[in-house]
């Protein structure tokens, strides 16, 4: 396991999740424990027969919980960032250690060590540990909800507030006017009927306005005030028992999306491919499908799409070319994920497949990901990102931020370290607003479209003659067995500076691969066509054949890997 893998693992353990898996639970519960020993080792401190019959056993059970802390509050800095996005890099981190929890784990942690350094009173150290007791909220449903409560009204009990102490200022100063003049020992200034005011919604317990108003109007005043002294609690109370009814709302919602969620998951129950025997997850369901076979609406499938990471809605009409007025017909494509910004399998092969452009490209990521599997192939796929304003990982300029771009790139250096290797870059084409071509595969290799030679020195190729060999056997099978045609550098352009095969470490063998939508997401044939495609990669770039792929034969949920 590596470090990343480790600091994956530790951030699902600091979810504050206690339904997660047993092991993560156990590191939860020992967390609430250890803050509960923590609490009564405090509390028993403060016994003087305790502490000289037990003080030493006292001061261990402090330390060894403080040293326990300490590292644990350490790891959740350190993984700060896969708890949240905003958390990350430096600044993020500070950004953390200034959040509610993470101020309190600080405080109640880290000074123990600066009593090593320097005289910190007793009292101090031992209020900054009782404050770990509020570390139990993060993992109190009724805090969090209430917390969700407070946050949903903040803006409303704001506004109140400022209502409320506007209106008593200016209450304050007409008491102050017309009590002057009877009062003038009293009411010396507009200082005494402020604090007056104020003391009387919190019930003056430090005895700060003993004399009340005497005039009629100052009487007056003193009602309105009292009335203010009711509203004062009654408006957010308000406020925040309707945040709380719906923070509760919100709570039963997440539940019911988080089972649809798994629901969905079930209805991508795997299906025998006939030609190949393969088990394999459906390239799509129509929303309509689902609702039949798993008793959802429409809304209901749209939320837990949206809300479950592994989901994505499609519209099949993208996939026909606009020339044929196909009507929109909305579906639901599942992929596998295991990085920030999608997928990345290694599996130690010469041969790496990428997937780029996954998010608004429908079913271009099942093909890809079924042809590294069936080749035993290294695969790594972009999932993740905003669809509009699209930026692609296929195009690379440093000067733009594209969230996990970065991340793919090193993933994509990892495997590409030798001039040996080979990238086959996965894209749709023929569909949308793209024109129909009369070639279904369209092979590309970093020259100019219509290019067709092998002389422009900036092509993505280090061995042209086992190029020349791949593809007039791919070229020769797609022809006499599937009636199907295919071309090289025809009609695409592929020799941008911003290329991102251009930027590898490396310069390795990089192929894309545009493969038309009408086999892609239409051919029934489409897996076959995928497993010979991964005979023949196989062969040529690894002089090897293809791996037994039993688990493909096996009926199951989702991917497997």
């Known amino acids: 396991m590596n470090i990343q893998e480790i600091k994956q693992e530790l951030s699902r353990v600091f979810d504050d999740d206690l339904h997660t898996k047993q092991w993560h639970n156990i590191v939860d519960y020992t967390i609430i424990a250890l803050i509960i020993i923590s609490t009564v080792e405090v509390f028993l401190s403060t016994f003087d027969g305790v502490v000289e019959k037990y003080g030493r056993l006292l001061h261990w059970v402090d330390v060894f919980t403080t040293v326990v802390f300490t590292v644990e509050v350490s790891l959740r800095i350190w993984c700060a960032d896969l708890l949240d996005e905003k958390y990350k890099g430096f600044l993020g981190r500070i950004r953390y250690c200034f959040s509610f929890y993470g101020l309190i784990d600080i405080l109640s942690t880290y000074p123990f060590y600066l009593n090593f350094v320097m005289n910190i009173p007793y009292t101090a ?29 903040k803006m409303e009990l704001w506004v109140s507030l400022q209502f409320l102490f506007i209106v008593t200022i200016i209450l304050s100063f007409i008491l102050f006017f017309v009590e002057h003049d009877a009062q003038p020992d009293v009411y010396v200034d507009g200082t005494y009927p402020v604090v007056w005011a104020f003391a009387q919604y919190i019930g003056d317990p430090g005895g700060f306005a003993e004399n009340p108003p005497i005039t009629f109007v100052g009487r007056l005043i003193a009602c309105l005030v009292g009335i203010l002294g009711i509203a004062i609690f009654a408006v957010p109370a308000g406020l925040i028992g309707s945040g709380f009814t719906d923070a509760m709302d919100n709570d039963r919602k997440k539940k019911k999306i988080i089972d649809n969620i798994e629901r969905l998951r079930l209805a991508f129950e795997t299906k025998l491919d006939r030609l190949t025997g ?5 390239r799509y369901l129509s929303v309509v499908e689902i609702q039949a076979r798993m008793g959802l609406t ?6 837990a799409t949206t809300k479950g990471d592994e989901f994505r809605l499609i519209n099949l009409a993208c996939t026909r070319p606009a020339d044929e007025r196909p009507e929109d017909k909305l579906g639901v494509e599942h992929f596998s994920i295991s990085t920030v910004y999608g997928q990345c399998i290694n599996r130690n092969s010469k041969v790496t497949i990428f997937a780029p452009s996954n998010i608004v490209d429908p079913i271009a990521g099942w093909w890809a990901y079924y042809l590294a599997k069936i080749g035993g192939f290294n695969y790594v796929s972009r999932e993740f990102g905003e669809a509009r304003p699209y930026q692609s990982y296929y195009t690379y300029k440093p000067e733009l931020q ?21 990238l086959f870059t996965v894209l749709p084409s023929s569909g949308a607003n793209e024109p129909t071509l009369p070639t279904q595969f369209h092979f590309g290799y970093g020259a100019k479209k219509g290019d067709e030679t092998f002389d422009d020195p900036n092509i993505t190729l280090n061995d042209v003659t086992l190029f ?4 007039s056997e791919l070229s020769e099978l797609l022809l006499t067995k599937y009636q199907l045609s295919a071309d090289y550098q025809r009609y695409h352009n592929n020799s941008s500076k911003a290329n991102f095969a251009r930027h590898l470490n490396t310069k390795v063998n990089v192929v894309c691969l545009r493969v038309a939508w009408s086999v892609l997401c239409w051919d029934m044939r489409a897996i076959q066509i995928a497993y010979d495609f991964a005979a023949i990669i196989k062969k040529n770039c690894e002089a090897l054949p293809l791996p037994e792929s039993k688990d493909l034969m096996k009926a199951s949920i989702g991917y497997i890997d």
């Open 468 to 471: 020349k060999s791949l593809y």
């Open 278 to 282: 393969f088990q394999i997850v459906p």
């Open 125 to 153: 150290l031992k209020t900054l540990r009782i404050a770990r007791l509020f570390r139990i909220f993060r993992y109190m449903k009724s805090f969090r909800l209430l917390s969700e409560a407070i946050n949903s009204k």
């Open 402 to 422: 594209i969230p996990g771009r970065d991340e793919c790139m090193n993933d994509l250096n990892q495997f590409l370290d030798k001039e040996d290797k080979w």
């Open 298 to 303: 429409a809304t209901e499938i749209i939320e």
